[in-house]
């Protein structure tokens, strides 16, 4: 009889020990931090001695097992997120890996080129070739091509445009073949492709990749951005308020601590990230007194979902936080709260 319960005990052990180890089809997300951008940010010359902060904020995720999904059910501002709401179907761990680098990268560049605008500097673009983002299962480019490889021409062709290599190979019929020339670690390598039907694509010919336009932007003033730990887009809007900062003489924060988060375009327009309210959270846990949260415009078919700015003020209103959440659609609007504050005081 000894013998069975402490066999049962053992089975039961492992059991327990196990399911922590069982993935589910989901991830969880909590509140992250809120980290100082006067170390990450350095503007050539630029004024890094201004007296407030300017900080971007991240939130935590990771896959989910049984126990951290009891966990998160039961705490306030831990989310259960479905697999297919973070990663694409079929992506492999480094096709997202890949897509989360280039989406931080474009958003880099975008908060340089939309604060340079604002400050009225000047900046040029070298251009490098298609980025594949990812490669579809089933699909020709599967056995030669993998995310994060550059290519650089297709049948001797030079690319100077993504859309060029779209155009071209849509143009074939499938079962034709295409010669592609491409990098991978600093190597050139080529390769024969034989095109095929792409259901994706309405039964147009295809290689079966997602793909982008790899640039390279360089700036006057230089701008260098030590972020490698932080990836995605979301960080696009306090990286732009903190590249300006330093270009201008004008100090923007005057002394205060500032937060908040959106997705930056080339045209200054603060787009929609996901989180927002763990970032609140993370933001009033660092001492931030503004926050800034993306007045987004939802399509029609999202009637009924609130925009991030009243997801904020929602979060806010939750942990009672004395910060203030104020609702941006463009850089401009946020550059113009802050001038407004400035000549007030």
């Known amino acids: 009889m000894k013998n069975k319960r402490t066999a049962v005990t053992y ?5 327990i020990i196990a399911a922590a180890f069982i993935p589910l089809p989901y991830y969880i997300t909590k509140p992250g ?8 940010v350095h503007v050539e010359g630029g004024d890094e001695n201004d007296t407030g902060t300017f900080m971007l904020t991240t939130i935590r995720m990771g896959p989910a097992n049984i126990y951290s999904s ?11 997120l479905p697999k297919e709401d973070v990663r694409y179907p079929h992506e492999s761990d480094n096709e997202y890996n890949v897509r989360q680098f280039h989406l931080m990268d474009t958003s880099q560049q975008n908060a340089i080129t939309v604060a340079f605008d604002e400050a009225g500097k000047s900046y040029d673009w070298t251009y490098k070739g298609v980025y594949v983002l990812g490669v579809f299962p089933g699909m020709p480019a599967e056995e030669v091509l993998e995310a994060g490889d550059r290519i650089t021409e297709i049948d001797g062709r030079e690319l100077k445009e993504s859309k060029e290599m779209t ?3 849509q143009l074939k019929k499938a079962g ?7 990098n991978r670690d600093d190597q050139e390598k080529k390769a024969e492709i034989s095109l095929k039907s792409f259901p994706e694509l309405g039964g147009k010919s295809g290689l079966g990749i997602s793909l982008a336009d790899d640039r390279t932007l360089e700036s006057d003033p230089e701008v260098t951005l030590e ?4 990836g995605g887009p979301s960080a696009g809007l306090m990286f732009s308020l903190e590249i300006y900062d330093q270009l201008m003489e004008e100090d923007m924060a005057a002394g205060r601590r500032i937060a908040g988060t959106g997705t930056i375009e080339a045209d200054g327009t603060v787009g929609r990230i996901g989180g927002i309210e763990q970032k609140v959270v993370a933001a009033d846990r660092a001492g931030a007194e503004i926050f800034f949260a993306p007045d987004d415009e939802l399509p029609d078919e999202m009637n009924g979902v ?9 979060a806010a209103a939750e942990i009672k936080t004395d910060m203030d959440i104020v609702p941006v659609k463009t850089f401009s609007d946020a ?3 802050l001038s407004s504050l400035t000549a007030s005081k």
């Open 306 to 314: 609130p925009t991030n700015y009243e997801e904020a003020k929602k």
């Open 335 to 337: 550059v113009h709260y």
């Open 227 to 230: 972020a490698e730990e932080i």
């Open 70 to 80: 009891i966990w998160a059910y039961f705490r306030e501002f831990e989310e259960i």
């Open 11 to 15: 089975i039961l052990l492992i059991i």
């Open 176 to 182: 034709e073949t295409v010669t592609v020339t491409y």
């Open 33 to 40: 931090g809120a980290h100082e951008l006067d170390p990450i």
């Open 167 to 169: 155009n071209y190979v």
